[in-house]
């Protein structure tokens, strides 16, 4: 399976898959039964048996022990990170790393951090190492829309931090990314511009960039210009049909991306 270098290009740098809304008050158990498939997702692209999850080390060895793909046993895990936040308001979270030898922690495979069940600012970001096996375009939206389908955000993107300082400077934030989703319901619908397919999907729109390059990203951004991405402070989450879009079908061979891109 390509990775993510073989997707975006050599000058890609820590990518990750970004999941935002506002207030949405949620038990532990309701976190955790979020929390478990997505950890699976993520664990799923390496041989069966051959990776673990674990919480960060701590001064008192913890972290050594796997934590299992399941909400009976992550109810714990969140409800503890709730109890030591101090407030509703604080969107700490909680913290999971992929690891092959977890005595190996300077590099993750994966890692998790979740900030969620709160009465404001939930945010879930998937971190991915640039040799992650993503897959072509159509398996990285995939992938995307089943993040998307399980935390029902306001927004999400799939994006690296190397795009994100090329594009400083260049004005206010904007949906540009390599794969983006908006929610309906807290957002006002655009309609797409030349950089850019624009997909229905559930009740919002996935936005897939034509290029998957760090320029052809900037060059997004640019022609996107300023967005106001605020949300409503209480989320009416968004739903979602099974499946994918049918237009995935046919992505790979409509954008721009891997060795096409270094052409």
Not at 32 to 61: H, K, Q
Not at 237 to 256: H, Q
């Amino acid at each position: 399976m390509r990775t993510v270098r073989e997707v975006l290009g050599p000058e890609c740098r820590k990518p990750f898959i970004s999941l935002v809304w506002e207030g949405r008050k949620e038990s532990a158990l309701e976190v955790a039964r979020r929390l478990a498939p997505t950890m699976s997702l993520i664990s799923d692209r390496y041989p069966a048996g051959s990776v673990n999850w674990y919480l960060p080390t701590d001064e008192n060895g913890g972290g050594t022990v796997p934590v299992p793909e399941d909400p009976g046993s992550l109810e714990s895990v969140v409800k503890e990170t709730k109890a030591t936040t101090g407030s509703e308001f604080d969107s700490s979270g909680t913290y999971l790393f992929l690891y092959e030898d977890p005595a190996q922690r300077m590099n993750p495979l994966a890692s998790i951090s979740v900030a969620a069940g709160f009465t404001r600012d939930n945010e879930v970001t998937v971190d991915l190492p640039e040799d992650f096996p993503l897959g072509p375009p159509s398996a990285a939206a995939r992938l995307f829309l089943d993040l998307v389908r399980i935390w029902q955000p306001d927004s999400a993107s799939f994006m690296t931090v190397s795009a994100i300082r090329a594009s400083m400077g260049k004005g206010c934030v904007s949906h540009a990314a390599y794969l983006a989703w908006t929610s309906a319901k807290a957002h006002e619908q655009v309609p797409a511009v030349s950089g850019e397919y624009v997909i229905p999907f559930g009740e919002g729109q996935l936005f897939v960039a034509r290029e998957w390059t760090l320029p052809g990203i900037v060059a997004l951004h640019d022609e996107l210009g300023p967005e106001e991405l605020g949300g409503p402070k209480v989320q009416d989450p968004p739903s979602f049909p099974d499946g994918y879009p049918t237009e995935l079908d046919g992505l790979d061979s409509e954008i721009l991306w891997g060795s096409e891109s270094q052409g």
